[in-house]
């Protein structure tokens, strides 16, 4: 067998070990996404005739956590404080990332 055969073989294996745990993780992160969905439409839990500012205190944290989240994944993490309240779609690098199908191919 070639050198070169073995080379290609060992990165497709390594890519679709790769591939499967990106799309483990991903479902995984669909699944915290949709339990917080599901969080945020019964008001996190919170009864509005007994809401008080502990509760605005809370939310303001999580809030503050899932902009961070948010700025490492449109790459805003660096950006000035107006390109970070941006929200109106990825940043620029992400327009060349690939994505990951519901068939699980990658595909650009």
């Known amino acids: 067998m070639h050198p070169e055969t073995e080379t290609t073989r060992q990165t497709a294996h390594t890519n679709d070990a790769a591939l499967a745990a990106f799309v483990a993780?991903?479902?995984?992160?669909?699944?915290?996404?949709?339990r917080l969905q599901v969080f945020s439409d019964d008001l996190f839990g919170v009864d509005p005739e007994r809401v008080n500012w502990a509760d605005v205190g809370s939310l303001?944290?999580?809030?503050?956590?899932?902009?961070?989240?948010?700025?490492?994944?449109?790459?805003?993490?660096?950006?000035?404080?107006?390109?970070?309240?941006?929200t109106d779609g990825p940043a620029p690098r992400q327009a060349g990332l690939v994505s990951v199908g519901a068939d699980r191919n990658l595909r650009r």
């Open 60 to 86: 303001e944290y999580q809030a503050s956590l899932l902009k961070q989240i948010g700025d490492f994944a449109f790459g805003r993490a660096n950006a000035s404080p107006d390109a970070r309240l941006r």
């Open 25 to 34: 993780k991903k479902a995984e992160i669909d699944a915290m996404l949709t």
